[in-house]
T-cell receptor
């Protein structure tokens, strides 16, 4: 069955610290997609990144970077030089052909990130 | 495009009342999803549509829940009768088919059943 595990329930850091949010997934499919979404205190879900199973290249976007490792079934998210505005709940999600493909997402339980001054 | 639009943003209703949540997807998207977010169960998919047709409603918790998509620009999620345990944030999302694109979420409807 498809499963996404975010073992870190809550992380607190001081501004400017680097922080890594862990995501481990399970799927029987060889073709799948991984996502990260951000949910700020205002409540909306904001898309951050999508990665397909055939592309293990790491990605960097400003202060954000993602490390995809199929060997460990992990898709970790690092924020460099964290800022107070990064405070939010971050969700990792998976879609594969067994879940119906497309954007039928299985979400992890989320990691609450608190960045303090 | 204005993004996925949900209404109302907040809804407070009494137990036993009918509740209707509304969603306008992004124009051109052929998939529409309804998710529910609770503290206990996190984010879970309730139902999704492709080209206005319900494809998988296995996530709908009970017969009290129903969803429709009468046209490509409008969907409803109805709960009748509502119960306190239905209190949650309900999200609507839309996307193109392929997983190689992201789903765009609405701002959610926070439902409180008292």
């Amino acid at each position: 069955a498809q499963k996404v595990t975010q073992a870190q329930t809550e992380i607190s850091v001081v501004e400017k610290e680097d922080v890594t949010l862990d995501c481990v997934y399970e799927t029987r499919d060889t073709t799948y997609y991984l996502f990260w979404y951000k949910q700020p205190p205002s409540g909306e879900l904001v898309f951050l990144i999508r990665r397909n199973s055939f592309d293990e290249q790491n990605e960097i976007s400003g202060r954000y970077s993602w490390n995809f490792q199929k060997s460990t079934s992990s898709f970790n998210f690092t924020i460099t030089a964290s800022q107070v505005v990064d405070s939010a709940v971050y969700f990792c999600a998976l879609s594969d052909r067994f879940t119906g493909g497309g954007n039928k997402l299985t979400f992890g339980t989320g990691t609450q990130l608190k960045v303090e001054l | 495009d204005a993004g996925v639009i949900q209404s109302p943003r907040h809804e407070v209703t009494e137990m036993g009342q009918e509740v209707t949540l509304r969603c306008k997807p992004i124009s051109g998207h052929d998939y529409l999803f309804w998710y529910r977010q609770t503290m206990m169960r996190g984010l879970e998919l309730l139902i999704y549509f492709n080209n206005n047709v319900p494809i998988d409603d296995s996530g709908m918790p009970e017969d009290r829940f129903s969803a429709k998509m009468p046209n490509a620009s409008f969907s409803t999620l109805k709960i009748q009768p509502s119960e306190p345990r239905d209190s949650a944030v309900y999200f609507c999302a839309s996307s193109f088919w392929t997983g190689n694109t992201e789903a765009f979420f609405g701002q959610g409807t926070r439902l409180t059943v008292v």
